[in-house]
Each structure stands twice: as C-alpha cells, then as structure tokens.
C-alpha cells in the first residue's frame, strides 16, 4: 500500500522552476514532520528540505533562497517549489515522513515513510 504519493517531476531548463507536491494518507500527515530528499547517480541520498508539523523548516545550503517547501494542512499534502534550476540538481526526488526535522537531518536517516522517487533532470 503506497503511503505517500509524489508528483510533478519532469525535465526542465537550467534557470526554469518545477513544483514537486507529495500527498499522505490524513493520519501520516499529521501525526509526522516532512521532508524532500534527492538521490543522484553514484551519490548518498541527501535531505533538501523539510517542515515541521508547526511550519518550521530546514534547507540544505545548497538549495537555500532557490527551493521553498510547504505543507497544506486541507489537502495533507506537502510541497517543494523549486526555482532556478541548475544541472547539479538533477536526481531521484523522495518525500518522507518522519517524526522530527531533526531525524531526518541524520546519517542515515530516521524516516517513518517513504515516496516511491520522482526524477528531475535540468539541462543546460
């Protein structure tokens, strides 16, 4: 039984925005914080960004002023606005739900749950 579902990943431009949403099952929405990873090809899976169940959030360095996450309460569904695409973010996209942002930040990870992966790929 798939718990969380992912959409909106594609190919886009470098410089172009894509907007990647996750939805949950209403009692892993709210009783969990949530969360974005990206995998690229020969590399650790990394935390991009997560919210917490009170809207604190946490962004990797990388992805800091270009990518903005966000959970809609109504719809249990959480977001990940992504604008100025460059090549170097080009992966495997991974919604997770986890207890805490703190969880999710550690290596490896403390994940509840997981998204099957959206990939993104950006061209020059």
């Known amino acids: 039984q798939v718990q969380l579902v992912e959409s909106g990943g594609g190919l886009v431009q470098a410089g172009g925005s894509l907007r990647l949403s996750c939805t949950a099952s209403g009692s892993i929405f709210s009783s969990n914080d949530m969360g974005w990873f990206r995998q690229a090809p020969g590399k650790e899976r990394e935390l991009v960004g997560a919210?917490?169940?009170?809207?604190?959030?946490f962004y990797a360095g990388s992805v800091k002023g270009r990518f903005t996450i966000s959970r809609d309460n109504a719809r249990n569904t959480v977001n990940l606005q992504m604008n100025s695409l460059k090549p170097e973010d080009t992966a495997v996209y991974y919604c997770?739900?986890?207890?805490?942002?703190?969880?999710?930040?550690?290596?490896?990870?403390?994940?509840?749950?997981w998204g099957q992966g959206t990939q993104v790929t950006v061209s020059l």
């Open positions: 919210v917490s169940r009170s809207d604190g959030t």
């Open positions: 997770a739900a986890a207890g805490s942002i703190e969880s999710m930040t550690v290596i490896p990870p403390r994940t509840n749950y």
